[in-house]
Structure formats: structure tokens, C-alpha cells
């Protein structure tokens, strides 16, 4: 959604929930293009600060059935954490606050939904990385949030946004915002449509593995930006964030989504066209780390596709942004007129790189996969 100045009464919607200590401030938190995020401070030392969320209910109707899936993933990575033993499980999870009335979000009085979670003391998150420890770190905590989930009971989640990640359904829509063009956009970005038309047909590649049943069916995070991970100090991760968009999917869709931010030199929005390459430090360092809690998992398909879902989140998210301003900028919040189309021809940017250096991708895949097996 392009930025709409709606003000609301944070205090009184905060206090809708069954929180600890007494609210000092309430002050915007974050940097998601979807939901509106602020940070709630308390002021007692014991008590946890929060995190309270207006959620989108344009672009998450089901908001129930979101709600549902958070817990249900939330609660089994709990327990799995709980029969390890692990001390600071409170840090490694994210925690659903509960209205008092016992809900798992808040409905305001002009239809608006809200949530509560628990801020995680002593931890950040970067928009971009700044070493490769980070990176590694990253895909460590990506791994093991897939791996802990693999034997997630009570059957699928709930499909939150169908299609989320299925090139052809977005193509699809591409065109017809492309044919109906009501912004006018569409002779301006004649270059970029074109960019995008000549590798369809390679990027639908994970798209038809997954119609035939060629790689496995897992549950995924889908929005795995490297700011979706909060580190501690150390750089050590602490724990996975954003869990709007956990569901059904494949290891492609969030080994790709971290690639495309955590191994890109320059921002996911940058200006300046020179900044943005894939860095083959960063994208080595976060393979390491995501291989070395899934390795044993994957599948031959699925493991010689990953260098490739790079390249194909990396298009999908260009496309996605292009659709938007060529539609009019209905979907991602924009901080300026053409901020969407920097956003697609930053992505462009950043797959041209990987492609040029995709022989090495798969390489890094390779030597990394065959180190791990060797250790095993
Ligand atoms: C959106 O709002 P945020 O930053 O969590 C989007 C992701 C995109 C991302 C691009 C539900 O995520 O798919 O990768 O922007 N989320 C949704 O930065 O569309
Ligand atoms: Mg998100």
C-alpha cells in the first residue's frame, strides 16, 4: 500500500492486550513494506518490551488463519527448543501476546487488526549484511527453522496467500497489469518489461519441478530477507522474525529470498546501480551455514536447483515490484514516486550479476555439499 496518514490510538489499542508493566512509549519500528510495526517500551527492567503490529487486511484477508499458522509453528519450534533443553527459548521464538479477552489479535472499532509479539531483548537486525559471519549465521537460522519444522503435526497450514511464490501466477499478472496500464507506466519501462519477457521461460524451471512432484513439498518460511533474522552481539542468530507468510512451499523459494538480500552489495532499493553485485563471499558464507543444518535432508533435485533460486527469487521480487508501479503502486509501501520501479531495476541489476557468475554459484553449492557429506 502506498503510505496512507492514518493516525490511531496506539495506547488504547496496546492495552487491548494482556501485557506486563506500564507503557512508556510507543514509537514506529522496522522496515516491512506490508504492515505498519511499532515498538512498545515498558518501563520496569523486568518486563519485556513489544512489538505491536497493524496488519495489512488488504494483502492478509485471512488474518485468522495466519494468526492460526504462527501458533502452530511458533508453538512446536517451543517445544522442540523445550525437550533440548535449550535455556533462553524466549529469545529463539517468536511469542504471541494474547488480548485479554484471550484472542490471538485485537479488532479495532474502524475494522483494523492488530497483533502483539514479544520484542527480543538484546538482538538486531540489519538490512543488509556486514560480514560474512552474519551471513552464515543467517543461513544457519534459516536451515534450522526449516529443519525444525519438517515434522510439523496436524497437516498443512493454511495457504496465506496462494500462488505466493509461483512465477507463472505472477508473469501472469505482470501481463495483465502490463495490458490494462492504468498509470501509463508502461512506455517508460519498455526496457524492463523487456528484460523480464526473455527469461520467463528459464525461471519457471522450480515452478515445473514442483507441478510433477519433482521436489518435495516443505514447510517454508517465504520471506526470508536477511532482516527477518534478529542477532545477538556476537553476531550469533538468535531467532527467526515474520512469520506472515510461513506455509507450503519449497527450499528453493527461501534459500533464493535470503540469497537475493543477504550475498547483494548494495541495498534491495539502491539508487546508485554500481553499489549492487552478488557478492560470492556472502553467498558461499550463507550456503554454509543454511547447508550445514539441512544438508542431509535435501535431495539431489532440490540441492543441484539452489544456486539457480537465486536467480529466480531474485526475478520474482524485480516482478513483482515492476508489476506494482506499472499498476499503479497499490501494493508495497513506497517512499517515493518511482520507488518501486528503483526496487525492480535494482533487482535486475542484481540478477545480471548472478548470472554472470552463476558457474561459480553452482561450483560453491557443489564443493560446500560434497565438505558437509564428506564430515558426515
Ligand atoms: C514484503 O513487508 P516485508 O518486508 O516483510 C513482501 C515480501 C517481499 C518483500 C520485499 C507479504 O515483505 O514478499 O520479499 O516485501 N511480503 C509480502 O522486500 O508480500
Ligand atoms: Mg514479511
Known sequence: MSATLVTHDLNAIASAFALQGRIIS???????????????????????????????????????????????????????????????????????????????????????????????????????????????????????????????????????????????????????????????????????IEFLKERIGEMRKIQDLLDDGAIPVRVTHNDTKFNNVLLDSKDQAMCVVDLDTVMSGCVHFDFGDSIRTTANTGAEDDP?????????????????????????????????????????LTYIMGLRFLTDYIDGDNYYKISHPKHNLQRARAQFQLLKSMEQQFAQMEEIITDTVNSLKEKN
Not at 534450522?144 to 496462494?162: S, Y
Not at 505472477?170 to 508502461?186: H, I, Q, S, T, V
Open 26 to 192: 510507543i514509537e514506529p519500528f522496522g522496515s516491512g513494506h506490508i504492515n505498519d510495526t511499532y515498538a512498545v517500551r515498558t518501563a520496569e527492567a523486568g518486563t519485556p518490551d513489544y512489538v505491536l503490529q497493524r496488519i495489512n487486511h488488504q494483502i492478509f484477508p485471512d488474518v485468522e488463519g495466519m494468526m492460526d499458522n504462527i501458533q502452530r509453528v511458533t508453538r512446536h519450534i517451543r517445544q522442540k527448543l523445550t525437550d533440548k533443553k535449550i535455556k533462553d527459548a524466549d529469545s529463539r521464538v517468536i511469542t504471541v501476546i494474547p488480548t485479554k479477552d484471550g484472542k490471538s489479535f485485537f479488532r479495532d472499532e474502524e475494522g483494523n487488526f492488530w497483533r502483539m509479539l514479544v520484542l527480543i531483548a538484546n538482538s538486531k537486525s540489519f538490512d543488509q549484511v556486514q560480514n560474512t559471519k552474519q551471513a552464515f549465521e543467517g543461513g544457519k537460522a534459516f536451515g534450522e527453522f526449516q529443519q525444525q519444522l519438517a515434522d510439523l503435526p496436524g497437516g498443512p497450514l493454511t495457504e496465506i496467500l496462494p500462488n505466493f511464490h509461483n512465477v507463472l501466477w505472477r508473469f501472469d499478472n505482470f501481463e495483465k497489469a502490463l495490458k490494462e496500464n492504468p498509470a501509463g507506466r508502461a512506455e517508460e519501462t519498455a526496457e524492463e
Open 272 to 312: 546508485n546501480l554500481e553499489n549492487i553485485s552478488m557478492s560470492l563471499e556472502l553467498f558461499e558464507a550463507y550456503a554454509k551455514g543454511f547447508l550445514s543444518q539441512t544438508v542431509s535432508t535435501l535431495t539431489d533435485t532440490e540441492i543441484r536447483h539452489l544456486a539457480f533460486s537465486a536467480k529466480l
